[in-house]
């Protein structure tokens, strides 16, 4: 089904554009993607499932991997938690051929950027910083304090949209997904 080889994609944006969101979609519409399921040391929200949302890990657990050379790329994360992506499943994945789609932020896209250049980069824009703010506002998993932190980080993330290779405005879901797809090299349904 892929028009090109089998390539890594990593996406990436500030906090709250949807990047969750359009991961799902694709889960749900795409399965021939595999999406890389993150370790993170933050607790689950809710609704969130172990081993499909993230991998939810110990800070001790996470210094291990870190140490061991587990982890493609991490980092610390609205200076709070740390996230990062396995790198066994996703070098797997690869030599088999399959479209792999890192779900990362902005740190550890620049980290995949060094280990991996030939990787597409792909930057979730939101249509304006007024609906970024509703969108974090609006999904209320995060209190006064943390969701300013994650606006501050959102001002510094929106400076990065030159570095990458695509910006796709997450205006719409499901068309951010397919111009997403089709970045892949994948056929949109």
Do not use: C
């Amino acid at each position: 089904m892929t028009t090109t080889p089998a390539r890594l994609t990593v996406l990436a944006g500030p906090t709250a554009v949807g990047k969750g969101t359009v991961s799902a979609d694709i889960r749900e519409r795409y399965p021939e993607v595999w999406l890389s399921v993150s370790a993170t040391t933050r607790p689950p929200r809710p609704g969130e499932v172990e081993g499909v949302h993230y991998h939810f890990v110990t800070p001790a657990e996470f210094d291990r991997m870190v140490r061991d050379g587990e982890l493609l790329e991490w980092a610390y994360v609205h200076s709070r938690n740390r996230y990062g992506t396995p790198r066994a499943p996703v070098q797997e994945r690869l030599a088999e051929g399959e479209p792999v789609l890192l779900e990362i932020d902005l740190q550890g896209a620049r980290q995949v950027r060094e280990t991996m250049p030939e990787a597409r980069f792909v930057f979730l824009a939101p249509p304006s910083w007024e609906e970024l703010e509703r969108r974090l506002v609006g999904r209320g998993t995060e209190g006064p304090e943390e969701r300013e932190r994650r606006l501050e980080t959102a001002r510094v993330e929106l400076t990065a949209e030159p570095e990458f290779d695509v910006v796709i405005v997450n205006d719409d879901v499901h068309r951010a997904t397919d111009e997403l797809v089709r970045e892949m090299g994948l056929v949109t349904r």
